[in-house]
């Protein structure tokens, strides 16, 4: 955790490393010793997490992971259920695009691993066999606190949305110390809380095609806002670039779309929703936003076309400085 910087108007910032990325939790209207003690115990709950919803480190996922190989069910704590039951729901949402049970596909692409696989080789036809296996939420069922799949090529991966229900769960903690006014931002994936008290929160939209912005938004109180990219985790295979996000249909790294931004009153919602979009691409975005229930979303294609819908375009103000080809989308 880096140290904290209360100034004038009340506001603190921690920074924690969390899910390999760098959490800035920003803090305000409150005192320090408070600030500390909320930031303390985020730290506490973040690492309890990562060590229980990582599908290749040792932890409760995994030795979930390896009795749906092994063919046996298991009892899970109460957070895992959870994760679980809302896999179960984003996948039946998103028509199967989002599907956190492929974790054995993403796994064989190399994607199982803190760095980047560069070099690795994936075996094709085994991905193919895999994938033809066709792991999905609907072979999981749950009883009690039991955990029970039908497929044993069921492999759970969340990183498709744990980042999303860990800042929620974040801000539960953030509340039960009274704060009413806070951002949460892991690497551009944000949860917003309260209205952010004397000035709004201000969004910056990262331009997958260069280091800079490509819109701001401001934020309605409570609003989240997520952003799926295939463009910082990939790996290349004599010079092809593979993304880290794969469509459940054919087990393979999707290559239309370079980012997906969704705003919703959750970031579980917005984190699979970005991930989901990402898949659907430019033809079937519209249908399964909606279906999701999200009402903003603006997806860059890999010609660096903006497809969005109305609304969301109401609200942004584009960096003035490059010249965007927006396709605009009928209302969600
Ligand atoms: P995100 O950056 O939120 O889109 O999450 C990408 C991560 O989600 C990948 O690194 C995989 O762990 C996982 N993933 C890949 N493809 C899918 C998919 N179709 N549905 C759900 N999770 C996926
Ligand atoms: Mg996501």
């Not at 749950?142 to 759970?156: D, H």
């Not at 999707?254 to 659907?280: E, F, N, P, Q, Y």
Request: charged fraction near 20%.
């Amino acid at each position: 955790m880096a140290a904290r910087k209360p100034d004038a108007a009340n506001e603190h910032q921690a920074t924690i490393f969390v899910f390999g990325t760098k959490l800035l939790v920003t803090l305000r209207g409150i005192d320090a010793a408070t600030a500390q003690a909320a930031t303390a115990k985020l730290e506490q709950q973040f690492q309890h997490m990562q060590r229980n919803w990582n599908a290749w480190k040792s932890g409760e996922l995994t030795d979930l992971n390896q009795a749906i190989a092994d063919g046996r069910s298991m009892a899970v704590s109460p957070h895992l259920l959870g994760l679980i039951e809302m896999a179960k729901r984003f996948e039946s949402l998103s028509d199967g695009l989002f599907n956190p049970a492929l974790g054995g596909i993403v796994g064989a692409w190399g994607f199982h691993s803190d760095e980047r696989p560069m070099g690795y080789r994936p075996d094709l036809p085994a991905i193919s066999t895999l994938a033809l296996r066709k792991p999905t939420m609907g072979d999981v069922s749950i009883e009690g606190t039991v955990v029970a799949c039908t497929n044993k090529w069921v492999q759970f991966d969340f990183g498709g949305f744990a980042k999303g229900v860990a800042l929620d769960l974040a801000e539960e903690t953030l509340k039960s110390f009274g704060i009413q006014n806070a951002l949460l931002n892991a690497g551009g994936d944000i949860n917003s809380m309260g209205n952010g008290g004397a000035c709004p929160w201000r969004i910056s939209i990262r331009d997958p095609k260069s280091s800079g912005v490509i819109a701001v938004i401001t934020l309605a109180p409570d609003e989240k806002i997520y952003t799926s990219g295939n463009y910082e985790r990939f790996h290349e295979i004599d010079g092809v670039r593979f993304a880290h996000t794969l469509d459940p249909r054919s087990g393979i790294p999707v290559d239309h779309i370079i980012s997906a931004t969704v705003i919703a009153d959750s970031g579980a919602l917005a984190d699979a929703t970005a991930t989901a979009l990402t898949v659907a691409g430019p033809r079937d975005w519209h249908r399964i936003a909606r279906k999701m229930g999200v009402k903003y979303a603006l997806l860059v294609d890999e010609r660096g076309g903006i497809h969005l819908n109305p609304e969301m375009r109401a609200r942004i103000s584009f960096s003035s400085d490059r010249a965007f080809t927006l396709i605009e989308s009928p209302p969600l």
